[in-house]
């Protein structure tokens, strides 16, 4: 059966020009990469891993060009790569303690210690968020959202080596670890003037609702990986894959409420956060962001 011709063309004119963003957007990355060797040398971050996250972005911003998707892709990217080392490098609480102390300074104006490339990496991107007009305003919801989400991780870490399983609600309440709102969070600082900075708290409470909603859409299309690397996933914990979907859909609801009265004076947010929310909801059905350990 073929699809009306009219609405078919439209629609790959769009998904050409996302894709062509984040073909440029993609390219970008594996210069990172290149540039950060000691972050992301580890066998999961492949070219799929690059080639997907690019694609996020840019289908959750169509309306945006690769240079204004710029921090939302690094900031994501180096996420990407803070997850790696606290999950799978450290070994022990101590040192993601001392992982978390060494951004935290990074973050509030220290230079990074020589040989260290997460620190070198969140310090160029302080820097480059620094130079965005918004960055005053929004400068300390950055940090705040970094913090939120390196004591996530904390959270989490000190979970699996006390070998304590939090309830649901508990690990729902964690969804910072995941990071979203920390790159949503530079997203909106790079693409905002300062004068156009409004709704503060409403921004940040529907952009953790959506974090919240992807932290278990990720969970229901990890699991087996999950699994795998012996990472935490709500699956794991008291609750069934039809509870959690039932919460995805209320929370999911919860999320729309929220945006939708950022429409009229924050449009783009809006229509990013909605749509990476989808986005995440058919992605996770069908694959995952890491390559193979």
């Known amino acids: 059966m073929s699809a009306p011709a009219g609405?078919?063309?439209?629609?790959?004119?769009?998904?050409?020009?996302?894709?062509?963003?984040?073909?440029?957007?993609?390219?970008?990355m594996r210069q990172w990469a290149e540039t950060y060797p000691g972050l992301f040398s580890a066998k999961p971050f492949d070219a799929a891993l690059y080639s997907t996250l690019s694609l996020a972005m840019a289908f959750s911003g169509p309306w945006l060009t690769a240079g204004q998707l710029r921090m939302a892709n690094k900031a994501s990217l180096w996420a990407f790569g803070l997850d790696w080392l606290v999950d799978y490098v450290a070994a022990s609480p101590q040192e993601v303690?001392?992982?978390?102390?060494?951004?935290?300074?990074v973050a509030g104006g220290a230079p990074p210690a020589d040989g260290d490339?997460?620190?070198?990496?969140?310090?160029d991107i302080r820097d480059e968020l620094a130079s965005s007009p918004a960055f005053?305003?929004?400068?300390?919801?950055?940090?705040?959202?970094?913090?939120?989400?390196?004591?996530?991780?904390?959270?989490?870490?000190?979970?699996?080596?006390?070998?304590?399983?939090?309830?649901?609600?508990e690990y729902l309440g964690n969804a910072d670890n995941l990071g979203f709102s920390f790159v949503f969070a530079a997203h909106w600082i790079h693409?905002?003037?300062?004068?156009?900075?409004?709704?503060?708290?409403?921004?940040?409470?529907?952009?953790?609702?959506?974090q919240r909603v992807i932290r278990l859409l990720n969970d229901l299309g990890t699991y087996e990986r999950d699994?795998?690397?012996?990472?935490?996933?709500?699956?794991?914990?008291?609750?069934?894959?039809?509870?959690?979907?039932?919460?995805?859909?209320?929370?999911?609801?919860r999320s729309r409420e929220l945006i939708e009265p950022l429409r009229e004076a924050q449009p783009g947010l809006a229509g990013y956060l909605e749509?990476?929310?989808?986005?995440?909801?058919?992605?996770?059905?069908?694959g995952d962001y890491w390559g193979t350990l």
């Open 191 to 210: 693409v905002s003037d300062r004068d156009a900075v409004a709704d503060v708290d409403r921004v940040r409470e529907a952009g953790r609702a959506v």
């Open 117 to 123: 490339d997460l620190a070198r990496m969140l310090a």
């Open 7 to 28: 609405r078919s063309r439209s629609s790959a004119v769009e998904c050409g020009a996302a894709s062509a963003v984040a073909g440029r957007s993609q390219r970008e």
């Open 136 to 169: 005053p305003e929004l400068g300390p919801v950055w940090r705040d959202e970094l913090e939120r989400m390196l004591d996530g991780m904390l959270a989490e870490w000190r979970w699996k080596a006390d070998k304590t399983v939090p309830t649901f609600e």
């Open 275 to 286: 749509r990476q929310m989808d986005f995440c909801a058919g992605f996770y059905r069908v």
């Open 227 to 253: 699994v795998a690397w012996g990472d935490l996933n709500a699956l794991l914990l008291d609750v069934t894959r039809a509870t959690v979907e039932r919460r995805v859909t209320e929370l999911a609801a």
């Open 97 to 105: 303690e001392e992982i978390a102390r060494r951004c935290l300074e």
